[in-house]
Structure formats: structure tokens, C-alpha cells
């Protein structure tokens, strides 16, 4: 499982895609601080895939489809937390499952 | 003048495709009520440089942290400093993903929404008008 570092969303502007990696095969996990972040996945293949952020305290999980290419925008999801603390393992991290990898990214972003 | 309102989108779990809600602007002036540290903006250009200048109406403390954006340190007519951003796109179209930091001294009480709250007024350049795209979303 790949960690990931949040970047931080700021005065001077980002380009978010440049802030994504390809998505871990085992899956990817991260630390935030604070409640204001969201994770944006984007899917380039033809098939959808199924985005999964496990709920650590016996709630509900985070279940998102991310749809084909060919379903644009729809293959470009951004992911915000209800509650992020019931998202948070006992190691300290967010962790993010994906039904398949291939051709998707994902980043972390954090508000101030 | 007429403005555009945009009521900033809900980031929420079950995911926000953030593409279908970044539009070209249909006014020179884009409206919205902010909220405290949770709201950021995105503005995409698909040929040349579009900019959005927000008015600071109230002194700044922190002049530094208040004209941080690219462009930005041009003090306005009152002397005080804009919030500027710009995105420059070579050929293919690009994004910049930003926050407005000190909201409270963008914010125009000569602006209100419909409840009465102060909204802040992004002015768009041509460009913005022509080959820029904006928008605005709200974290729970």
C-alpha cells in the first residue's frame, strides 16, 4: 500500500493534476491534519472502477464509481469526508481502495 | 452592471465530478458567499491568460500573505491589496486550483445575497469571458 502526501491547496494556486499519482496496486493510504481535505480520483480506462475508503469504526464505508473515459466528466471524481475521524485507522491513516488500477490516478488535497 | 451568482457546489462523499461544474462565466463579475476556510476555486483557461481580480475592501494586517497570488502586489484605489489569480494555457487547456486567504477582507457589504450575507465579487478579464472557466466548491 503507497503512502501518499496531501498537497496543500494555497494562495499562489496549483494544478491539481499534477499532484496525482498513479493509483498503488495495493492501494494507497495518507495522513491528513485537519478535517478539509478530499482525495480526486480520475479514470482513463474503459472500464469503470469502484473507489472504496473503509470506514474504521464499524459505520458506513465511502463507496464512490469512478466511470469510464468515456463517460468524462464522470471519470473524474473528487471525494470529501462527512466526518474524516470514523475514516482514520488506528496507524493514523486514510486508506483507499480501488476494484482495479489500471489507468487511474489519484491525489490528496488539503485546505489550510 | 449585471453579475453572475455562483453558489459554490458541495464537496461530498459520495464524489463531486468537478467538471461539470467548472463553467465559462457569463457576467465579467462572478458573486459568491464564502465560507470561512472551507471554500476554494478553480479557474481553467483554454487559450491565453485569464485572470480574476477580487477587491480587498477592508486593511489587511498581513499585506504579504493578502497579495500572494501571481499577478498580485498592486494596491487598489484605496491603497489596500487586490487578490489576483491567472492561468496561463499554451494550447491545450489547463487549471489552477486556489484559496482565497483572509476572506473577511474580500468580502463587499454592498454585495449581498439573498439571506443578507456579504459575497465576494471576482472580476474576470476578457479572458475569462472568452476562454476561462470557473468554479467555486464548499467542503463539508
Redesign the interface.
Known amino acids: 500500500m503507497a503512502t501518499l502526501t496531501p498537497t496543500l491547496l494555497s494562495s499562489t494556486g496549483i494544478t491539481e493534476s499534477s499532484s496525482m499519482v498513479a493509483a498503488g496496486s495495493c492501494g494507497d493510504k495518507f495522513k491528513v491534519s485537519g478535517n478539509r481535505c478530499f482525495i480526486r480520483v480520475t479514470n482513463a480506462a474503459a472500464n469503470s472502477r469502484t473507489v472504496t475508503i473503509p470506514n474504521q469504526q464499524g459505520g458506513v464505508d465511502i463507496t464512490v464509481l469512478v466511470d469510464t473515459l468515456g463517460n468524462a466528466p464522470a471519470n473524474d471524481k473528487m471525494i470529501a469526508f462527512p466526518s474524516i475521524d470514523a475514516f482514520i485507522d488506528a496507524d493514523g491513516y486514510i486508506n483507499i481502495n480501488y476494484s482495479a488500477v489500471t489507468s487511474v490516478t489519484v491525489g490528496v488535497f488539503q485546505l489550510p | 452592471m449585471t453579475n453572475q451568482t455562483i453558489v459554490p457546489t458541495p464537496?461530498?462523499?459520495?464524489?463531486?465530478?468537478?467538471?461539470?461544474f467548472i463553467a465559462q462565466p457569463s457576467e465579467a463579475t462572478v458573486l459568491y458567499t464564502p465560507s470561512a476556510?472551507?471554500d476554494?476555486i478553480?479557474i481553467g483557461s483554454s487559450s491565453g491568460t485569464v485572470t480574476v481580480t477580487v477587491q480587498a475592501i477592508s486593511p489587511c494586517n498581513m499585506p504579504l500573505?493578502c497579495y500572494?497570488?501571481?499577478g498580485a502586489g498592486k494596491p487598489n484605489d484605496h491603497g489596500l491589496h487586490n487578490?489576483i489569480?491567472s492561468?496561463t494555457s499554451t494550447g491545450t487547456y489547463?487549471?489552477?486550483?486556489?484559496?482565497?486567504?483572509y476572506i473577511d477582507h474580500y468580502v463587499d457589504p454592498s454585495n449581498l445575497d439573498v439571506n443578507g450575507n456579504a459575497q465576494v465579487a471576482l472580476a474576470c478579464d476578457a479572458g475569462m469571458t472568452t476562454n476561462g472557466k470557473i468554479g467555486i466548491?464548499e467542503?463539508?
Open positions: 464537496m461530498v462523499a459520495t464524489g463531486v465530478a468537478q467538471e461539470s476556510n472551507k476554494f478553480v500573505a500572494q497570488g501571481a487578490f489569480m492561468v489547463v487549471e489552477k486550483t486556489f484559496v482565497i486567504p466548491f467542503m463539508p
